[in-house]
Structures are given as structure tokens and as C-alpha cells.
């Protein structure tokens, strides 16, 4: 059974400070996402990371992965108040043209001044 | 409409009752999926449908019945459900890409309360 574990659970920031949350997995995965979503909303898609050493960046928010360790990061630089939100990663497995997703629990971000 | 949407977005029903909710994507999409949120659990995806055939099905009990008429829409019609089926309920859709999954967009979800 595939597992995903994220952690912090729960982490808050300050404004201006730098964060890691960390995504790791059980078996062996072609594809990792993550999501975002605030409260009361869905999720959005961040980032899709499809292949060992893959780093993607949008803003303030930086993914990376290693295949091989089976572990996803994603950074925060210089946070702000905009950034809170819950943060999923997703792994997906089976290698079938549909997706099928195992998520983390979520890491709840609150950001403050 | 743009994306996925979902109605209602939020229900309140008995253990009696018998209701539906309704997914229906805008995207061109071929795959739609049914998850759970419950409070302090992951994501927990319930149902696959690809081509508007069924693919998945996690375990979910039968008091849980999808339904997938057309590629845009997907419904999932409930049943004497239980208090403990209280929850979030997410529909995503993504395209079908030759071998390799992308990503889900996922609605707004339907909060559900069982009584």
C-alpha cells in the first residue's frame, strides 16, 4: 500500500522567513503534484513533478524531487500573509493513462506578520 | 461555466434520505474521479472514470453509487448514509494522455451533513 507522509503537519511562519514542507513516499512513483487549497475552497494545482531532479518555481513557492530518496520538497522563500493555506502533495502511481492519487494529510501554513 | 463545478455545494440530509450530487467539467476532459475530505484524514479518492467506464472503485460502500452519463458529467447518488459519511466531497476530471496521468482540476466541492 502506497503511503504519503507530509510534514509539519501544521507550521507557522512569519512574514519574511524562509520554510521547507516535506512530501515523502512509500514506493516507487512516476509523477508527484502539489496542491494548495484555502478554506472553504478546492484545490488548485501548484506544481506537477514528473521525473527524477525536477524542480519547478512559481513565485515565492519552489518544488523539487528525488526519485531515488522518494522524497518531494517544497520551499517557501520570504513568506507572506497571501501564502496561507493547507499544502497537499500527491503521488501518483499504477502507470494508467487516468490518475490515481494517494494524497499527504496536508500541512496547514499560516503566515504572520 | 468555466473549469469544474459542483452542486450543491452544500447538503443536509437524513440517514433516510436518498439525494445526488452533480460534478459536470468544461475542460474537454475524459477522466472523472469522486474524493473524500473528512476533517484531519487525507484525501481519499472513491471512484475513477475513464471513457465513461468505470475504472476505480476504493472499497467505497454501496450505500455510494456513481453514475457517469457523458464525459462532462458525474454524479454520485447516495443512500441511507451514515453520520460518519459527513464530508467534503470533491469531483476532479483530467485528460486521458497516452500512458502517463496529468493533473486533476478539481470543483469546488459539495459539503455534505448526515443527520
Not at chain 1, 499544502?87 to 501554513?109: D, E, H, P
Not at chain 2, 460534478?23 to 474537454?28: A, D, K, R, S
Not at chain 2, 475530505?37 to 460502500?61: C, D, G, T
Amino acid at each position: 500500500e502506497l503511503k504519503v507522509e507530509q510534514n509539519p503537519l501544521f507550521l507557522s511562519m512569519q512574514e519574511g522567513k524562509n520554510y521547507t514542507i516535506y512530501c515523502n513516499y512509500s514506493t516507487t512513483s512516476d509523477r508527484l503534484y502539489w496542491y494548495r487549497q484555502d478554506p472553504g475552497k478546492s484545490l488548485e494545482s501548484l506544481f506537477v513533478l514528473l521525473s527524477n531532479g525536477a524542480v519547478k518555481q512559481e513565485g515565492r513557492l519552489m518544488a523539487s524531487l528525488d526519485t531515488k530518496a522518494r522524497l518531494s520538497t517544497l520551499h517557501i522563500t520570504a513568506a507572506v500573509h497571501d501564502l496561507s493555506a493547507t499544502y497537499f502533495c500527491a503521488v501518483g502511481f499504477g502507470g494508467t493513462s487516468y490518475g490515481k492519487l494517494t494524497f499527504g494529510q496536508g500541512t496547514i501554513l499560516t503566515v504572520h506578520p | 461555466e468555466t473549469g469544474v463545478t459542483q452542486t450543491p455545494r452544500h447538503l443536509v440530509m437524513g440517514m433516510t434520505n436518498k439525494k445526488s450530487l452533480k460534478c459536470e467539467q468544461h475542460l474537454g476532459h475524459n477522466a472523472m474521479y469522486w474524493y473524500k475530505q473528512s476533517a484531519k484524514k487525507p484525501l481519499e479518492l472513491m471512484f475513477v472514470y475513464s471513457l465513461e467506464e468505470r475504472v476505480e472503485n476504493n472499497s467505497v460502500p454501496s450505500r455510494f453509487s456513481p453514475e457517469c452519463p457523458n464525459s462532462s458529467h458525474l454524479f454520485l447518488h447516495l443512500h441511507t448514509l451514515q453520520p460518519e459519511d459527513s464530508a467534503l466531497y470533491l469531483c476532479a476530471s483530467s485528460p486521458l494522455a497516452g500512458g502517463r496521468a496529468d493533473t486533476q482540476y478539481f470543483g469546488p466541492g459539495t459539503r455534505l451533513t448526515v443527520l
